[in-house]
Structures are given as C-alpha cells and as structure tokens.
C-alpha cells in the first residue's frame, strides 16, 4: 500500500490496485503510472484545436492520449477514455508505445508541418511520468511539447514537467468551489494555484466551457476573468511573452449536452458571446469556442 501525490486526493492504494483515476496503481509498494505507454488516440490537429490561438497558430501538431481522470465531469467529451465503464476496460484493450515510438512518428511527420506533440484527449497529468520521458525527447528533437489539462494536480507534478512543456492549454471550469467539489469532484483551489504558477514559466491558454445554470453567469465570468487579469506573469526570462495578466487568453466555450449531463440544452450562442464580451473589460484575448 501507498499514497499517490499526483493530485489534493492523496490517494491510499492497496498492492495492485487502482486510485481514484483508474490510472495509477501500487506496484512492489510503489505508486506508478499503470496507463505509462498506454495509448488510446493518436491524431494530427490544428493547433488551435487544443485550443491554442497564440502559439504557433496555423500549425499541426501530433495530439496523443492515454485513458483515465481524476475529475468525473458529468459532460465529458471524451468520457470513453476518461472515467466511463468504457475507459476502465480500454486499459485491457490499448496499445503500448514507448517515448521513443512516439517521437519518431512526430519526427516522421515534421517536414509535413507537424510542430510536436500535444498530450491530451484524457487528463495527461495523471500519467505524468510518460509525459515527462517522451517531452525531454521531443526537445530533443527540436520539437514543441503542448499539454492540454484540467490543472487538478500537485506543483510537484508540475516541476517534473516543466522544463520540457512550450504551452499549455488549462481548463479553469468555473470560478466557484461548489461547481468544483459538487459536479467535478475536483478542487479550484489547486487548480489555481497550479495555474499561478505555469504562467510564469510557459505559454498558457485557460478554457471555460459554460454549462447553463451551472457557470454561467456575469458575474462568475467577471470574476474569473479579473482574477486570470490579476497573475503575476514572470519576469522578461520567463518562457512566455506576456507582459502582465490580461495578456493571458481565454477561450469562452459553449456546452453541449453529452454523456451523463443531457439535462439542459446546449448553451444559447448569444450568451457565449455576451460572457466573452464581460472577459473582454478585464482581458485582452478573449475568444469563443463551439459556436
């Protein structure tokens, strides 16, 4: 038995069990990645899929997912390799790939356009350890290294990463801790504070996607948007080029009712729209998503 320190829930799991993830297990008393290799998806992407509007826009980047979560969004997208029935059975039925492979494929692919790798589709950070191996490779390389994420991890996970990841793309769900606690299961806090501090290191992106009656009011997106405004950004050596907060993009994007949230009607477009407009007081790079 051990506890894992990727995220605030500290997982205690038993020998050759699972935590909350589904993703990480004890091995000979050890916490490891049990999905390290495992890969579900592996697609070419515009960069501004991930979505990346400031990075290398109009680029291809190599987009690479595992299986498992440690939230449990009841819209999840890509729920089939995230915390479904479905995910937990894919750990059984996926191919195994090495840092190595997988950097070849991106090298293969550079004189066609493709920038690097994007870790992505299920929550990377759980699998940090892969994330970590393939990226100092892809450096390596001379190529780029994008990490799309839910921020629901420990800095520790973070420093590990860091030094190898150009960008990320961060979800900031909502700006309320009962939206966090009572329909993610996650934690705001650590997912501030872990935004805090990737963007004094790297070029980051944050998403909001508005789910109605959930976060979807002014004054939340006010708030939020004046809060991303209000980051301390780094010096000039950071990996970055914002100059303060406001520099900072956010991307306003709209629901659609899926998996186990088919409730509610997907977001009214005006409203994605008016939301973005009350970012845009506090931002300079605010855009909408899904409309």
């Known amino acids: 038995m051990a506890i894992c320190h990727v995220c605030f829930r500290q997982c205690d799991i038993n020998e050759g069990g699972l935590g909350f993830c589904r993703a990480r297990t004890c ?21 501004e899929k991930k979505p990346l509007h400031r990075f290398y826009p109009g680029s291809i980047i190599m987009s690479v997912g595992s299986y498992g979560c440690n939230l449990r969004c009841p819209f999840c997208q890509n729920y089939d390799i995230s915390w479904s029935d479905e995910a937990y059975l894919m750990r059984n039925q996926v191919d195994e790939f090495s840092p190595r ?10 004189d066609s356009g493709n920038i690097g790798i994007a870790y992505t589709y299920n929550e990377p950070l759980i699998g940090y350890e ?15 290294n994008v990490l799309v994420t839910s921020g629901n991890a420990s800095l520790d996970v973070l420093d590990e990463i860091i030094p190898y990841i150009d960008a990320m793309n961060i979800d900031l769900k909502g700006f309320t801790d009962r939206y966090y606690r009572e329909v993610l299961k996650g934690d705001r806090k650590v997912v501030m504070d872990f935004i805090s501090a990737a963007v004094k290191i790297c070029h980051v992106e944050l998403t909001t996607l508005i ?18 405004a209000g980051l301390d950004v780094g010096d000039e050596s950071a990996r970055n080029s914002f100059l303060s907060g406001k520099d900072i993009p956010l991307h306003i994007s709209r629901f659609f009712p899926r998996f186990k949230m088919t409730d509610r009607a997907a977001t ?8 973005a407009d009350v970012a845009r007081k506090n931002l300079r790079y605010v855009y909408t998503g899904n409309c």
């Not at 091995?27 to 960069?47: C, H, L, Q, R």
């Not at 492979?101 to 550079?110: G, H, N, P, S, T």
């Not at 994330?131 to 001379?142: F, M, Q």
């Open 101 to 110: 492979d997988l950097v070849a494929i991106a090298k293969k692919y550079k």
């Open 268 to 275: 009214d477009i005006g409203l994605v729209y008016r939301l």
């Open 27 to 47: 091995k000979d008393g050890k916490v490891v990645a049990d999905n390290y290799g495992m890969i579900t998806s592996i697609a070419f992407d515009p960069i």
């Open 211 to 228: 789910v109605p009656g959930e976060n979807d009011s002014e004054e939340e997106i006010d708030e939020l948007s004046k809060w991303i």
């Open 130 to 144: 892969f994330v970590r191996d393939t990226a100092k490779l892809i450096h390596e390389a001379g190529m780029k």
